[in-house]
């Protein structure tokens, strides 16, 4: 059954029952999120906050969230953590063989066709809204892609718990053929309005500008707040409060042995 | 958030069965913390001054504190609408309390009298989660922490609201709680001097804070002493 | 039978024993006779008033459970000397745009203007029982009016009783005035939420206006600069919101008393190069 790949499901008509009869199932990490993206004139601008939740409370506070799609294509992820890590990291891996069966640079229209596939597939039970954005031959493109497996190409949009916020900010600042700096500024600026307004996305600003010359992922690009108050009276531990019981020491010189050299190619 | 509300009033629509409509509970959760710190001679309040609803912030500047006096009062998470009643009740009974007995209400009897209050609507409830805090006649802290239905409890301190998962803990392990089964019977007052529980009530909201989606903003602290109220304000994240 | 207790306040409506002095006759002692002319006989006998409960078979009333013309998002700033009001003038049924002229704000009286979102026959009914309240402090001559801070805290009051008795008033309602040369601006949610800020949205403004207004809002705004604000953020709306028309109103409050303009459509842009030609970038898929 496992070498004939995709989901797995053994257990579905198991956990049907059981929850019938009042089981629990597991819960998920999701990204209550701001995503958006925005064309100008010679390129595309995407964004992410950089929260991401579990109910009410913080997972991670500083998670990534524009993920790789090609050297080209960059996709920001809302919805279920993981269905928008994979679902991405799935259409990467397949647009990279195609790359080397082609050897031509993939082209977005390509990727939202792999992902709105995939995702029309499984009906909405993938739940990964996104943002995909990239530069092919043909120019900058920019696409909203819904967890049923629809897709809207539009010159600005958002996605997320954040949309609304972000989408007022676009709304009101979005004009034709901006420069570079003025669309990092707006997206920036729709980021944080999700990030100050909405509660399921937070932290800091990632950007990701993709132009025919190449990509300049910002991670971090904006670090909004630190933390407001530095405690007077913090908790020290003086030298010597935890006993030690025994003591060994190693000498790793002669467990390991260093070679000089080259290192091994990573990248293509 | 809206599973854990207790009540839902749901309208079928005319026809189809599966057709969405409008619904409305009357319970919503806005979201804030409060803590209070008893001590020998005084009592830290503190409330985060973010209303929420859904993901959505309504404001950031609400207070969550009822002052009486000097000596007593209240704080509450939870409900907003439910909150401002409960205060409005509160605070005409102590009115009346006081042209009766022509002196403020004790911390005690507050502490009674909230109680009464809250389960006076035993099977239609105030959504809120209260703390009672202030002097008592020797002029030491007191904080009462109450249920939503009126059950309560003399503690020598105390969190509720959203953030309390969070924020209890560090309480419990910072101010020692004496166990009610240790025999004999412990003293619960928080030993710290004032400055350093103002100084860790900051540190447990800024935590609180960074985790804790619905708080956030402002907190806004009290410290009652003999001399009187003190108030102080501490300026949290805003996202 | 002995008549049942009733309120004196028509807000909580037949049954509902409120505090006898929520409403205080102007005799201190004389009760006061019942509110609803009328409804009431000349003769001065009880008025024959349905018992809505007896008609619905001992079950639960269920009119008014569910909104049927609604109005969306109410808008609300405060600036230098006074405060903005807007909101657009769509009755909706439904998603149909059924009443394209309903005026969403009222004035109160001069130191007050209400705007509300939700079921408009409802905000019909608060606007009759505010009307009731200045009618009171017109009679008395006496030149006192209610703040809008009482305003505000009477709604509030009005709507929480009405979601206690499990029978709301399906609105939230902004209440924007000016008193003691201080601009106030209260909003009430359909259960009793209530807050106070500078700047505020009901429903769909709350995601898309909120933002705007809490980066560009300043206390100390001139009149043209929270006119502007209040254009964008009114745009912004239309361009979201399914539910509204350009079709607007602006109340403005100030030491100088109430105005609420004539409608007025705003300027739309909708001419974006990738609006015009959709498919431009979807060549090759479907």
């Given at each position: 059954?496992?070498?004939?790949?995709?989901?797995?499901?053994?257990?579905?008509?198991?956990?049907?029952?059981?929850?019938?009869?009042?089981?629990?199932?597991?819960?998920?990490?999701?990204?209550?999120?701001?995503?958006?993206?925005?064309?100008?004139?010679?390129?595309?601008?995407?964004?992410?906050?950089?929260?991401?939740?579990?109910?009410?409370?913080?997972?991670?506070?500083?998670?990534?969230?524009?993920?790789?799609?090609?050297?080209?294509?960059?996709?920001?992820?809302?919805?279920?953590?993981?269905?928008?890590?994979?679902?991405?990291?799935?259409?990467?891996?397949?647009?990279?063989?195609?790359?080397?069966?082609?050897?031509?640079?993939?082209?977005?229209?390509?990727?939202?066709?792999?992902?709105?596939?995939?995702?029309?597939?499984?009906?909405?039970?993938?739940?990964?809204?996104?943002?995909?954005?990239?530069?092919?031959?043909?120019?900058?493109?920019?696409?909203?892609?819904?967890?049923?497996?629809?897709?809207?190409?539009?010159?600005?949009?958002?996605?997320?718990?954040?949309?609304?916020?972000?989408?007022?900010?676009?709304?009101?600042?979005?004009?034709?053929?901006?420069?570079?700096?003025?669309?990092?500024?707006?997206?920036?600026?729709?980021?944080?309005?999700?990030?100050?307004?909405?509660?399921?996305?937070?932290?800091?600003?990632?950007?990701?500008?993709?132009?025919?010359?190449?990509?300049?992922?910002?991670?971090?690009?904006?670090?909004?707040?630190?933390?407001?108050?530095?405690?007077?009276?913090?908790?020290?531990?003086?030298?010597?409060?935890?006993?030690?019981?025994?003591?060994?020491?190693?000498?790793?010189?002669?467990?390991?042995?260093?070679?000089?050299?080259?290192?091994?190619?990573?990248?293509? | 958030?809206?599973?854990?509300?207790?009540?839902?009033?749901?309208?079928?629509?005319?026809?189809?069965?599966?057709k969405q409509h409008a619904s409305w509970s009357p319970y919503d959760d806005n979201g804030g913390t409060v803590v209070a710190v008893a001590g020998d001679d005084y009592c830290v309040v503190?409330?985060?001054?973010?209303?929420?609803?859904?993901?959505?912030?309504?404001?950031?500047?609400?207070?969550?504190?009822?002052?009486?006096?000097?000596?007593?009062?209240?704080?509450?998470?939870?409900?907003?609408?439910?909150?401002?009643?409960?205060?409005?009740?509160?605070?005409?009974?102590?009115?009346?309390?006081?042209?009766?007995?022509?002196?403020?209400?004790?911390?005690?009897?507050?502490?009674?009298?909230?109680?009464?209050?809250?389960?006076?609507?035993?099977?239609?409830?105030?959504?809120?989660?209260?703390?009672?805090?202030?002097?008592?006649?020797?002029?030491?802290?007191?904080?009462?922490?109450?249920?939503?239905?009126?059950?309560?409890?003399?503690?020598g301190y105390g969190c509720q609201g959203s953030g309390k998962e969070l924020i209890q803990p560090v309480l419990d392990n910072q101010l020692k709680a004496a166990s009610p089964l240790v025999?004999?019977?412990?003293?619960?007052?928080?030993?710290?001097?004032?400055?350093?529980?103002?100084?860790?009530?900051?540190?447990?909201?800024?935590?609180?804070?960074?985790?804790?989606?619905?708080?956030?903003?402002?907190?806004?602290?009290?410290?009652?002493?003999?001399?009187?109220?003190?108030?102080?304000?501490?300026?949290?994240?805003?996202? | 039978?002995?008549?049942?207790?009733?309120?004196?306040?028509?807000?909580?409506?037949?049954?509902?024993?409120?505090?006898?002095?929520?409403?205080?006759?102007?005799?201190?002692?004389?009760?006061?006779?019942?509110?609803?002319?009328?409804?009431?006989?000349?003769?001065?006998?009880?008025?024959?008033?349905?018992?809505?409960?007896?008609?619905?078979?001992?079950?639960?009333?269920?009119?008014?459970?569910?909104?049927?013309?609604?109005?969306?998002?109410?808008?609300?700033?405060?600036?230098?000397?006074?405060?903005?009001?807007?909101?657009?003038?769509?009755?909706?049924?439904?998603?149909?745009?059924?009443?394209?002229?309903?005026?969403?704000?009222?004035?109160?009286?001069?130191?007050?203007?209400?705007?509300?979102?939700?079921?408009?026959?409802?905000?019909?009914?608060?606007?009759?029982?505010?009307?009731?309240?200045?009618?009171?402090?017109?009679?008395?001559?006496?030149?006192?009016?209610?703040?809008?801070?009482?305003?505000?805290?009477?709604?509030?009051?009005?709507?929480?009783?009405?979601?206690?008795?499990?029978?709301?008033?399906?609105?939230?309602?902004?209440?924007?005035?000016?008193?003691?040369?201080?601009?106030?601006?209260?909003?009430?949610?359909?259960?009793?939420?209530?807050?106070?800020?500078?700047?505020?949205?009901?429903?769909?403004?709350?995601?898309?206006?909120?933002?705007?207004?809490?980066?560009?809002?300043?206390?100390?705004?001139?009149?043209?600069?929270?006119?502007?604000?209040?254009?964008?953020?009114?745009?912004?709306?239309?361009?979201?919101?399914?539910?509204?028309?350009?079709?607007?109103?602006?109340?403005?409050?100030?030491?100088?008393?109430?105005?609420?303009?004539?409608?007025?459509?705003?300027?739309?842009?909708?001419?974006?190069?990738?609006?015009?030609?959709?498919?431009?970038?979807?060549?090759?898929?479907?």
């Amino acid at each position: 059954m496992a070498d004939q790949g995709g989901f797995s499901f053994d257990l579905c008509k198991r956990n049907e029952f059981m929850e019938a009869r009042g089981m629990k199932g597991p819960g998920f990490t999701k990204t209550g999120t701001t995503i958006a993206g925005v064309i100008f004139k010679d390129g595309v601008v995407l964004g992410a906050d950089t929260r991401s939740t579990a109910g009410t409370t913080v997972a991670d506070k500083n998670c990534e969230k524009i993920h790789y799609i090609a050297p080209n294509i960059y996709c920001c992820g809302a919805g279920t953590a993981a269905d928008t890590e994979n679902v991405t990291g799935m259409v990467a891996s397949q647009l990279e063989l195609h790359r080397y069966a082609t050897g031509t640079q993939s082209r977005v229209i390509t990727s939202m066709t792999l992902l709105k596939s995939h995702l029309f597939k499984y009906q909405g039970h993938v739940s990964a809204a996104l943002v995909l954005g990239g530069v092919d031959f043909r120019g900058p493109h920019l696409f909203t892609v819904y967890p049923h497996g629809s897709t809207d190409s539009l010159p600005f949009c958002t996605m997320g718990s954040g949309s609304l916020n972000a989408m007022a900010v676009f709304e009101s600042g979005y004009k034709d053929d901006m420069t570079k700096e003025e669309a990092m500024d707006l997206v920036a600026r729709a980021i944080r309005s999700g990030i100050f307004n909405d509660l399921g996305s937070g932290s800091n600003v990632d950007l990701c500008v993709i132009t025919k010359e190449g990509v300049d992922y910002k991670r971090n690009h904006e670090f909004l707040q630190g933390k407001p108050y530095e405690r007077q009276f913090p908790q020290k531990f003086a030298t010597g409060s935890v006993p030690v019981v025994r003591e060994r020491v190693f000498d790793v010189r002669r467990a390991v042995t260093v070679v000089e050299g080259e290192p091994m190619e990573m990248e293509g | 958030m809206a599973a854990s509300l207790p009540m839902r009033a749901t309208v079928p629509a005319a026809g189809s069965g599966v057709k969405q409509h409008a619904s409305w509970s009357p319970y919503d959760d806005n979201g804030g913390t409060v803590v209070a710190v008893a001590g020998d001679d005084y009592c830290v309040v503190a409330a985060s001054t973010r209303m929420s609803t859904g993901y959505s912030i309504l404001t950031r500047n609400k207070s969550k504190i009822l002052t009486f006096n000097p000596k007593c009062l209240i704080a509450s998470a939870g409900m907003q609408a439910d909150m401002e009643t409960l205060h409005k009740v509160l605070h005409s009974r102590h009115v009346t309390y006081q042209f009766n007995h022509r002196r403020p209400m004790g911390c005690q009897a507050m502490a009674q009298l909230l109680s009464n209050t809250l389960y006076h609507k035993r099977f239609f409830p105030y959504y809120t989660f209260n703390l009672c805090a202030g002097l008592d006649e020797q002029g030491r802290g007191a904080v009462y922490t109450y249920d939503a239905i009126g059950s309560y409890e003399r503690v020598g301190y105390g969190c509720q609201g959203s953030g309390k998962e969070l924020i209890q803990p560090v309480l419990d392990n910072q101010l020692k709680a004496a166990s009610p089964l240790v025999l004999p019977a412990q003293q619960w007052l928080s030993s710290l001097p004032l400055e350093q529980a103002v100084d860790l009530v900051k540190g447990a909201f800024v935590s609180a804070g960074e985790r804790d989606i619905y708080t956030g903003d402002d907190v806004e602290i009290l410290i009652l002493t003999k001399d009187g109220i003190r108030t102080d304000k501490l300026e949290l994240k805003r996202d | 039978m002995l008549p049942r207790p009733q309120s004196h306040s028509a807000a909580l409506g037949p049954g509902c024993t409120g505090p006898s002095l929520a409403n205080p006759t102007p005799l201190g002692l004389e009760p006061r006779p019942v509110r609803h002319a009328s409804q009431a006989p000349a003769c001065g006998a009880e008025a024959f008033v349905v018992d809505p409960v007896a008609l619905a078979n001992g079950q639960p009333r269920k009119h008014t459970q569910y909104p049927y013309v609604t109005g969306t998002s109410v808008l609300g700033i405060t600036y230098k000397d006074g405060v903005l009001l807007a909101s657009d003038t769509l009755g909706a049924y439904g998603s149909t745009k059924r009443y394209k002229a309903f005026e969403r704000l009222r004035k109160v009286n001069d130191a007050c203007v209400v705007g509300a979102s939700g079921e408009l026959s409802d905000f019909q009914f608060i606007m009759r029982l505010l009307e009731e309240l200045s009618d009171d402090d017109f009679c008395m001559d006496d030149g006192h009016r209610l703040k809008p801070a009482e305003v505000h805290s009477y709604l509030t009051r009005v709507l929480y009783n009405r979601r206690n008795k499990m029978d709301p008033l399906w609105n939230s309602i902004v209440v924007g005035g000016f008193y003691a040369g201080k601009p106030f601006l209260g909003t009430v949610g359909m259960i009793g939420t209530s807050y106070t800020d500078a700047h505020l949205a009901t429903g769909f403004g709350n995601h898309l206006a909120r933002p705007l207004m809490r980066e560009k809002h300043r206390p100390d705004m001139s009149e043209e600069e929270a006119t502007a604000l209040m254009h964008e953020c009114l745009k912004v709306c239309y361009y979201r919101d399914k539910n509204s028309i350009n079709r607007f109103q602006l109340a403005k409050v100030t030491a100088d008393g109430v105005s609420v303009s004539e409608p007025f459509a705003l300027e739309t842009k909708w001419g974006y190069k990738l609006f015009q030609d959709p498919a431009a970038n979807a060549v090759g898929t479907w």
